[in-house]
């Protein structure tokens, strides 16, 4: 049977609701939530669950809220505003006998990799692309990097103002863009980061969408020179606080693993 027909609980039965998930109180400020999505983004989850007082889930917000908002108001004031006034009400919800398949549907749909899951204590766990990096280690299939799904990266040049590299993101549904010709690359969490430490989120920047982005320190992405089995290359990629690697002219992210784990060859799972 393909992985991607077992229930979630079959695929992770020790570590299904072992992620937490990091909530906001909706009065919050958006300030406040940058402070939480930091650390968080890519490390562990990609979005935080915005709560009311009694820790339902109202909404989400990760680096694409953010980064949309910048775009229309790229001042400080943005950072004042309640973190309910820039949240998505489209929150995914999954349990232990959902199918891999349908989750990962559900993501294609949203474009966002995340999902909340009830957990033993009351609360939620977070399911994310990144999470989905642990089926992908513990397959036995014998697909390799060269039969994923092909994607072209998205690059950027070296003279790419903020304005553009939001735009392009948004535009082609990606967190990360490469620099041309290069494994570096950006992120809406290398932006969002700059934005509270650098530039004090905004006060006092007038130019802010005008600035170029090689001042803003680029990250590397990891080389695969050999043409690795997918779950050698999950492996890899759990091991990464930022999960990236370019593999000829493939740029491989988590989300590319979970389009692998739906594939017909993705047959076994130890």
């Known amino acids: 049977m393909k992985i991607s027909e077992f229930a979630l609980r079959d695929l992770l039965p020790l570590s299904l609701t072992n992620t937490p998930c990091v909530s906001v109180q909706k009065q919050s400020n958006v300030q406040e939530a940058i402070g939480l999505l930091i ?9 935080l669950i915005v709560t009311n007082g ?15 908002r910048i775009l229309s108001n790229p001042t400080y004031n943005l950072f004042e505003n ?82 553009s590299v939001i735009n392009m993101m948004l ?31 905004l006060k006092n920047i007038n ?3 005008d600035l170029p ?8 992405a990891k080389i695969i020179t050999k043409d690795l089995n997918v779950n050698e290359l999950s492996s890899i990629m759990f091991g990464m606080m930022h999960p990236y690697v370019v593999y000829k002219d493939q740029a491989i992210s988590p989300w590319d693993i979970c389009l692998t784990l739906l594939s017909e060859k993705m047959q076994e799972y130890a």
Not at 171 to 180: D, G, N, P, Q, V
Not at 213 to 220: A, Q, T
Request: charged share 25%; proline share 3%.
């Open 39 to 47: 650390p968080y983004l890519e490390s562990m989850t990609d979005s």
């Open 54 to 68: 009694d820790n339902k889930p109202l909404g989400i917000v990760g680096g694409r809220e953010i980064i949309e």
């Open 82 to 163: 309640s973190v309910e006034s820039v949240m998505s009400t489209q929150i995914t919800s999954v349990s232990g006998t959902t199918k891999l398949r349908d989750v990962i549907e559900a993501w294609k749909q949203t474009g966002r990799a995340f999902s909340i899951i009830p957990n033993f204590i009351g609360g939620y766990s977070a399911i994310s692309a990144r999470k989905l990096l642990e089926i992908g280690k513990s397959s036995m299939t014998e697909m390799t990097i060269s039969e994923m799904p092909k994607k072209k990266a998205i690059t950027f040049k070296v003279d790419a103002t903020v304005n």
């Open 171 to 201: 535009k082609h549904k990606t967190r990360k863009l490469l620099l041309e010709n290069s494994n570096q690359f950006i992120s809406d969490r290398i932006i969002i980061e700059k934005i509270a430490t650098d530039f004090n989120y």
């Open 207 to 209: 130019n802010f969408l």
């Open 213 to 220: 982005v090689v001042d803003f320190g680029f990250e590397y």
